[in-house]
């Protein structure tokens, strides 16, 4: 008794101190909640983040500051939940990384029914939707001047600092084209609603256009949940969080090498199938190239055909629109190959704007695509102790396997269009236990080693052989990278085009209880690097043919890239 009440007054303090912040500090306990959701994400980064060491080399990016920043705007501003999101996003933004993003429980969104692109700093309708309205005067080639009473341009540019921060600026260029006409609150971004003034003149007559137009608004169900968190208990430092560890069972052995804006891109191409211009499109942005003498029906999951000529050459062309395929679109594939390596001079293959997708695809694509090894990239990976736990395992499963009859049995004939057999098992094996020296050796961040497999092997049933010329551009991510860098370092085929985006390395994903409303957050968890050793991250893959999109193109339908690209095909098949 006594030692209470010699501790009363500092027990009254803390008592009192605890009833004010219960009744008016809703604002300071919001901020702690910020600070709990903060602490997850600068450890994620701290242990996780592959490519860390390379962001502070090439881009001078430094955590710790980073993370003072957004304490600091937490510290000094009372922040919403919606403000706090987007300080999260420019977080992100900084890393300079596009496999890096944060995405957040959000139903709001707007569209305007067209897309554009731009050449030599002015902007053209590329693409006008079904549901545009009647009275819109712009058709595909009209050139945009003003957008909402500002110069586009500038408006663009506002877009990408502000979307996109400052990494390539080709690549981010291209998205923000595609932001300019599509906002989604999941990404971080403010959605606009009501109208806007569009001006330009049209691409042919030059007379001037002028259009009001609604934006396609959807209102946002989540609201702010600022309300709603005042009123839950303040933990300090605890986080209940959930990893997306690479192997709690088969499929999960297959690394994902999608952008982390993929989703949203998916979901713009379900709303309009016939849009060539959207990113993962199914369908090519390039006219046909040629006398087209056979093609693939429109529900193929591929865009393919075989065209003549003015010189009477026969090619092939199919459009790889992502590599985020099964198995039978990887049978698919392979049935188009063996009828062009019967029937074509040469293939082109269109992966422009293709934001990437599973690595062993990649790896079946280019099984197909050749009759000699492929040296791959290697990677340095994050290793944790999920990793270690889950390579044992796996090494545990695969240690009956000794036949390529068992190999099978376990696999089947294909994974992902990958043929399997003893070698490929035993390749697993090994990356699993490159994974497990590593960690013993005390590595969190491995030394460069090979992702499954060293090498792909030519299928066994499936070889085009003929020369290959691929089409590229900055909205090529991930797989997109990798799969022209290991064609290109290969000397297997020819790149046309301009440079790849660069998002360098595999990817995997946190998800936490927060009261930031934070959906996802992905990070890259390896960093790979070419035959050369020089990063695939940040610096892309340049073409052996450089073309760059001309106001002629964007007003004529691609018309000149695509006799460039035919040109340039016929000059690889004479080489031959």
């Given amino acids: 008794m006594l030692s209470f009440f010699k501790n009363r007054p500092k027990f009254l303090s803390y008592f009192f101190c605890f009833s004010f912040l219960t009744l008016f500090g809703s604002v300071e306990s919001d901020k702690l909640r910020m600070k709990n959701d903060l602490f997850f994400i600068k450890e994620i980064f701290n242990g996780h983040y592959a490519p860390k060491q390379w962001k502070e080399s090439f881009a001078n990016w430094n955590l710790d500051a980073e993370i003072q920043n957004v304490e600091a705007q937490i510290s000094q501003k009372n922040l919403t939940i919606k403000q706090f999101q987007k300080v999260l996003k420019d977080f992100t933004l900084s890393v300079k990384d596009y496999h890096v993003g944060i995405y957040f429980y959000s139903t709001e969104e707007a569209h305007l029914p067209f897309y554009v692109k731009s050449a030599n700093g002015r902007y053209f309708i590329s693409y006008v939707k079904k549901w545009a309205p009647e009275d819109f005067p712009f058709h595909e080639g009209d050139e945009i001047l003003t957008f909402g009473g500002k110069p586009i341009d500038k408006v663009v540019q506002t877009l990408k600092k502000e979307l996109l921060g400052d990494n390539v600026s080709l690549a981010d260029q291209g998205l923000a084209e595609i932001y300019l006409t599509n906002r989604s609150g999941k990404t971080g971004a403010d959605v606009p609603k009501g109208s806007i003034t569009i001006t330009g003149k049209d691409g042919y007559y030059g007379y001037p256009l002028f259009s009001t137009l609604q934006w396609d608004y959807s209102a946002e169900k989540v609201n702010d949940p600022?309300?709603?968190?005042?009123?839950?208990?303040?933990?300090?430092?605890?986080?209940?969080?959930?990893?997306?560890?690479?192997?709690?069972?088969?499929?999960?052995?297959?690394?994902?090498?999608?952008?982390?804006f993929s989703t949203i891109f998916q979901d713009l191409c379900k709303k309009d199938m016939r849009n060539p211009h959207a990113v993962g499109a199914k369908i090519s942005m390039l006219p046909p190239l040629g006398n087209i003498l056979w093609s693939t029906d429109p529900e193929d999951p591929f865009e393919a055909y075989i065209f003549e000529t003015a010189s009477k050459k026969l090619i092939g062309f199919i459009r790889i629109p992502h590599y985020s395929f099964g198995e039978e679109e990887a049978k698919e594939f392979g049935m188009l190959m063996d009828f062009f390596e019967n029937g074509t001079e040469g293939l082109i293959i269109d992966q422009q704007n293709n934001y990437g997708g599973l690595v062993l695809f990649g790896?079946?694509?280019?099984?197909?695509?050749?009759?000699?090894?492929?040296?791959?990239?290697?990677?340095?990976?994050?290793l944790r102790q999920e990793e270690v736990y889950n390579a044992y395992d796996m090494i545990e499963k695969f240690s009956f396997i000794k036949s390529n009859w068992q190999a099978r049995k376990f696999f089947g004939e294909t994974w992902f269009g990958y043929p399997i057999n003893l070698k490929f098992v035993e390749s697993l094996i090994g990356y699993c236990q490159f994974m497990i020296d590593e960690w013993d050796q005390g590595k969190h961040l491995s030394d460069p080693g090979y992702l499954y497999l060293d090498a792909v092997d030519p299928h066994p049933k499936t070889r085009y052989t003929k020369p290959l010329l691929i089409v590229i551009n900055p909205l090529d991510f991930s797989c997109g990278d990798f799969l022209p860098a290991t064609m290109q370092d290969n000397k297997r085929a020819k790149l046309i085009g301009t440079r790849t985006a660069g998002a360098g390395g595999y990817i995997d994903f946190a998800t936490f209880p927060n009261y930031s409303g934070i959906s996802?957050?992905?990070?890259?968890?390896?960093?790979?690097?070419?035959?050369?050793?020089?990063?695939?991250?940040?610096?892309?893959?340049?073409?052996?043919?450089?073309?760059n999109i001309t106001v002629s193109d964007l007003q004529n339908n691609f018309e000149p890239y695509a006799k460039f690209i035919v040109d340039e095909m016929e000059k690889i098949i004479d080489k031959k």
């Fill in 226 to 260: 600022q309300a709603h968190i005042s009123k839950q208990p303040v933990l300090a430092g605890m986080c209940d969080c959930e990893f997306n560890p690479p192997f709690i069972n088969l499929s999960l052995l297959n690394k994902d090498m999608s952008a982390p």
């Fill in 363 to 382: 790896y079946g694509v280019m099984s197909m695509l050749t009759d000699r090894p492929l040296v791959l990239p290697k990677h340095r990976m994050m």
């Fill in 520 to 547: 996802k957050l992905r990070y890259t968890a390896s960093i790979a690097e070419r035959m050369d050793k020089t990063p695939i991250e940040n610096l892309g893959v340049k073409p052996d043919i450089v073309y």
